[in-house]
């Protein structure tokens, strides 16, 4: 059974180019601009945070506000998944540490405030830096006042946002440019800002694998550059600092949470590493907004995020020139990476519960409990690579089979000393 991601965000990785004419129709597109480009747009005026939110540019960009809102079609409740209950191996993997207490499937970019109130990972001694990539008024304030902000108490704070996801995150207050507004990931770029289009950018500055720096709490990336991006560099990083999220109960493992690696899936490594679509100049806006035309005529970019797959007129437009059957040879992957991914995480359960078995009476300890916890430690972090990156595969299919290759053999070699 394919599970119901956090949010449907991937792209095709493979782009069939039988024929030259194939390679023009497969171009990337370039953004469409709605105003005149001579015209002069007067900026509304800006709250108090330094941020012109999203309604007060309705009527300058009608198109792009009205596909905005769209969005919220995508909202908390009921329909979504607990995938608590979706993987109950999840129970035993994320004991001790804040998933553990609650982990849904998200609501779209317009509820990221509504979320973080709702959800129970948050508690009492939570800091402020839990709400990066939650507002745009919190992004404006750590670049305004310092990082220091993010140390602050997150109780203290929070009450003051009521701006979502909006326009500020990828335009700042110029919308007729794309910024990475949070410039933590901006140096975590470092040369190659210059190499990778700034669509993809702005939307890797929050769809990206990140931790709190343990002695500044500033938001922080585990690399500088592309080719730091990779998983077994991303290990490689907090091995080498000795860092841990959290410890886990009863077998003392220094254990790592990885977030959404969306970015990390397409661009981390070499130029041989990384996808066919990259390679052509594919940005995530290319696929997951797309162009599109409104009733009066005018082109503009759509601003609804969402799957290739659920924009008819974007596969029409762009993708079926290449793509014979893009819907099957997604699905295809995603089938693969399902199945693989529940099968590691019950053999990740049953090494666990074998470990702390053994620590608890007394018979795994010493070298052999540091080796059995190294293997776990390096076991769930390669398969929490993929299972919490939201394209089920099919940004990356060869990565993500690769990755979930290494949590296996991992696994498997705790098993054969348990």
Known sequence: MRRPRRAVMWVAPACALALAASLVACAPQQRAAMNDPNSTVEVPAADEFGIVDAESWSQVYPHQYETYLQNGENAPGEAKHDYLELYPALNTMYAGYGFSKGYDEAASHLYTLDSILATPRVNDTTLANCITCKTPQFTAMVNEEGEQVYAEKFAELIGQFDEPISCYNCHENDPSKVVVASKFFLRSMG??????????????????EYYFDPQTKVTTNPYTGTSQMTPDAILAYYDERGYSDWTYPGTGTPMIKVQHPEFETLYGGSEEDQTHMVS??????????????GEDGVKFTNHKWQSPLENQELLDSTCNSCHGDLAGQVAAWQEEEEARVQSISLKIEDMVNRMKTQVADGTLAGDRLTQLQGLHRTAQFYWDFVMVENSEGAHNPELTFETLDKAEAAVDQALSLL
């Open 191 to 208: 040369d190659d800002a210059e190499n990778v289009p700034v669509e993809a950018q702005a939307c890797g500055q929050c769809h990206n």
């Open 280 to 293: 052509m100049g594919y940005s995530c806006a290319d696929c997951h907004m797309g162009t599109s035309v």
